[in-house]
């Protein structure tokens, strides 16, 4: 089975950086892995997907400032906040679909799973 490990959340003002890792036990290298928000009253949405194959794929409020990285070595997904706003405070999950490798569109949120418990980040103006 899978299991993901967020952190590195926290409390920056606008304008400001995180980074945050998700550290996994189990065999994701034919899966893909994605960082998905949850803001309080709103649905689960998609922020970056990354597989072993070297795709990667952002949701378009994040482009540009937002970087997914893996360390497979590590068995660890990585995602480089930049240029936070307020609207990006939400808690942040990591999540797998393990039925096939990343794709743009997204898969349907439906085939993620294995939710970590998530990290928060807060973003103040």
């Known amino acids: 089975a899978v299991s993901f490990t967020e952190s590195g959340g926290g409390s920056v003002q606008s304008g400001g950086s995180l980074r945050l890792s998700c550290e996994a036990s189990?065999?994701?290298?034919?899966?893909?892995i994605g960082w998905f928000r949850q803001a309080p009253g709103k649905e689960r949405e998609g922020v970056a997907a990354i597989d072993r194959i070297g795709t990667v794929t952002y949701d378009s409020s994040v482009k540009g400032r937002f970087t997914i990285s893996q360390d497979s070595n590590k068995n660890t997904i990585y995602l480089q906040m930049s240029g936070l706003r307020p609207e990006d405070t939400a808690m942040y999950y990591c999540?797998?679909?393990?039925?096939?490798?990343?794709?743009?569109?997204?898969?349907?949120?439906?085939?993620?799973?294995?939710w970590g418990r998530g990290t928060q980040v807060t973003v103040s103006s």
């Open positions: 999540g797998a679909d393990p039925y096939d490798f990343c794709s743009d569109p997204w898969p349907p949120l439906s085939r993620f799973g294995f």
């Open positions: 189990g065999d994701i290298s034919n899966s893909c």
